[in-house]
C-alpha cells in the first residue's frame, strides 16, 4: 500500500467565521488533535488545547483584559504566539520569568488563515511548518457569476471521513435513499449512461469525475465532481437550458468514527422564494429556523451510513472483497476508495488517538441534533434561547389571565368579558405548545411525544 500523502502537510477549513466568538476560546478535534481557537490582534489564533501546567483543556478558559487566552484551572496566561506570559501562583520575578521562558510552558501553535470566511489550518507540526505553508493554497470554492454569499452550514456527524467521502462521489443514491425529498423518487431514477475519470488520479490533486444525469429531469446535464485532498469534493451541474448549481463540500476528519461537514451550493436552477413575514424576522432567528427544518435529508444519509459502518465492522474483508460493484454508477466510489489506498494509507492518520473497536450507535446519538449543530452555531443557539425566553412569557402569561378569569367570575362580571382572558389565556398555551415543538428541532429529530421513531419517509 503507497503512502506519499501527508495527512498533517494540509490546509483544512475547520470551522465558518460565522461560528465563532471573538469573546470566547472555541473548541475543535482535528485528525484526533484537540485544538482551541481564540482571536487577538485582529488575527484566529489555532494552539493545542491543553494547558502545558496540569493539562487542562484551554477552550475551557477565557480572554483576559490583554487579549490573552487564560487557562480556566490555575490561570496561566498565553499569548499568540503560545508563550507563557503570566503565572498567578508564582510572585518572584525571576522564578516567573525563568519559567515562562522554558519550552515547558509553551503551547504549540499552528497557521492559519481566513479564506472565503472559513478559518483554514496547517496542522503540521514541525519547526518548518510556518514556512512550508506558504507553498500550498487552500481548495477553496471555484470563482463563479453567481452570487456566492450564501452561509457556509456545519454538521459534525457520527460516521466516519471514509464512509462520509464516499457518499458524496456516488450520486445515484439520492433517488432511493430520499424519496420523497426535492422530487427524488425511484420512479424517477434512470440508470446512468456516462461515468468516468478525467484526466490522472494523484496524491496532491485526487481525481475528476465527469458523469451524466441519473433522473428523467437532469439525465442531459453534464456533471464534473473533483476531490482535492484532504477533504474537498467540489460538483457542478451544467443544465442543458443554461442553468447551473455549484456544490462546494468539505467532509473533515475529526476523529476515529467522527467527521465534520461544511458546505454550501449556489445555483440560478431554482430561484428562492421570499417570504416577507419571515424575512420581518431577526437575521439570527431566520438563520436558526432554516437550519431547523433541514435534518430529514441529513438523518436519512445518516441512518445508511452507519449501517454500512455496522456492517463493516463485522467484516474482516477488504471494501474490494465485500462491496460488489456491477453498476457504471458505483465508479465514483471506487476511484475514491482506490486513490485512498494507493496515496493516503487507506484512511485518515490519526494524530495521538487509537481506533478503539467500532460502537453501534442508538438512535439517541444517531439522531442528536444539539451535537450535530446547534452547540457550534451562534444564530442557532440564540434562537433556541430566544424561544426558550418566548415561551416562559406564554406561559406565565397564561397563568396571570388565569388567574384575572377566576376575579372575573368571583365579581360576577358579565360572561362577554370573563371569556376575554380565558381565550387569550389558551391562545397563549397553544403558543406555548408549539414553541416547545420548535424548540425540539434544535434538540434531537426524536419526537418528545408519541413513539420516539424518527419518521425518515
Not at 484526466?199 to 444525469?213: C, N, Q, R, V, Y
Not at 427544518?293 to 472483497?321: C, F, I, P, R
Request: aromatic fraction near 12%; include cysteine.
Amino acid at each position: 500500500m503507497m503512502t506519499n500523502f501527508s495527512w498533517t502537510k494540509q490546509w483544512y477549513p475547520v470551522i465558518p467565521i460565522s461560528y465563532l466568538e471573538l469573546e470566547h476560546p472555541t473548541p475543535i478535534t482535528l485528525l484526533g488533535k484537540k485544538l482551541v481557537i481564540w482571536h487577538k490582534h485582529q488575527k484566529w489564533v489555532v494552539m493545542d488545547d491543553s494547558c502545558p501546567h496540569k493539562l487542562a483543556q484551554l477552550s475551557l478558559g477565557s480572554i483576559n483584559e490583554n487579549g490573552n487566552l487564560v487557562c480556566r484551572h490555575h490561570g496561566w496566561c498565553f499569548d499568540e504566539a503560545g508563550k507563557c506570559t503570566n503565572i498567578p501562583m508564582l510572585s518572584d520575578e525571576k522564578a516567573l520569568k525563568t519559567a515562562c521562558d522554558s519550552e515547558k510552558s509553551q503551547v504549540k501553535t499552528y497557521p492559519t488563515q481566513v479564506l472565503q470566511e472559513l478559518l483554514w489550518v496547517w496542522l503540521d507540526n514541525s519547526s518548518t511548518a510556518f514556512e512550508e505553508c506558504k507553498l500550498k493554497q487552500p481548495v477553496v470554492m471555484p470563482e463563479s457569476n453567481l452570487d456566492t454569499s450564501t452561509d457556509w452550514f456545519m454538521l459534525e456527524v457520527p460516521v466516519g471521513y471514509t464512509v462520509s467521502v464516499e457518499s458524496t462521489f456516488d450520486p445515484s443514491h439520492a433517488q432511493f435513499l430520499h424519496e420523497g425529498i426535492a422530487g427524488f423518487s425511484p420512479q424517477k431514477a434512470i440508470p446512468m449512461q456516462n461515468f468516468e475519470v478525467f484526466g490522472e488520479i494523484s496524491a496532491e490533486d485526487g481525481f475528476t469525475l465527469k458523469h451524466s444525469g441519473y433522473n428523467i429531469f437532469n439525465k442531459d446535464m453534464d456533471a464534473t465532481r473533483k476531490f482535492t485532498p484532504p477533504c474537498s469534493n467540489t460538483t457542478s451541474y451544467k443544465y442543458s437550458n443554461g442553468k447551473f448549481i455549484l456544490f462546494q463540500l468539505y467532509f473533515i476528519p475529526i476523529k476515529p468514527g467522527y467527521c465534520r461537514y461544511i458546505g454550501k451550493s449556489i445555483s440560478d436552477a431554482f430561484p428562492q422564494k421570499s417570504n416577507f413575514w419571515f424575512e420581518r424576522l431577526p437575521k439570527y432567528l431566520q438563520t436558526g429556523l432554516k437550519h431547523s427544518s433541514n435534518y430529514k435529508l441529513g438523518n436519512q444519509d445518516l441512518s445508511m451510513m452507519h449501517s454500512q459502518a455496522v456492517n463493516e465492522s463485522s467484516d474482516d474483508k477488504t471494501w474490494q472483497k465485500s462491496y460488489f460493484m456491477p453498476s457504471l454508477a458505483d465508479v465514483g466510489i471506487v476511484t475514491f476508495r482506490k486513490w485512498l489506498d494507493e496515496f493516503a494509507g487507506g484512511k485518515p492518520e490519526w494524530l495521538g488517538v487509537k481506533e478503539s473497536p467500532f460502537q453501534e450507535l442508538n438512535d439517541e446519538q444517531l439522531y442528536d441534533i444539539w451535537n450535530r449543530h446547534t452547540k457550534h452555531c451562534p444564530s442557532c443557539r440564540q434562537s433556541l434561547a430566544f424561544i426558550d425566553q418566548f415561551k416562559d412569557y406564554c406561559l406565565n402569561f397564561t397563568a396571570v389571565l388565569a388567574i384575572l378569569g377566576l376575579l372575573l367570575i368571583i365579581i360576577n362580571l358579565p360572561l362577554k368579558i370573563v371569556l376575554i382572558p380565558v381565550l387569550l389565556g389558551i391562545l397563549s398555551l397553544i403558543c406555548s405548545y408549539k414553541l416547545n415543538s420548535i424548540r425540539e428541532r434544535f434538540i434531537s429529530s426524536i419526537p418528545n411525544r408519541g413513539l420516539p421513531v424518527v419518521k425518515l419517509y
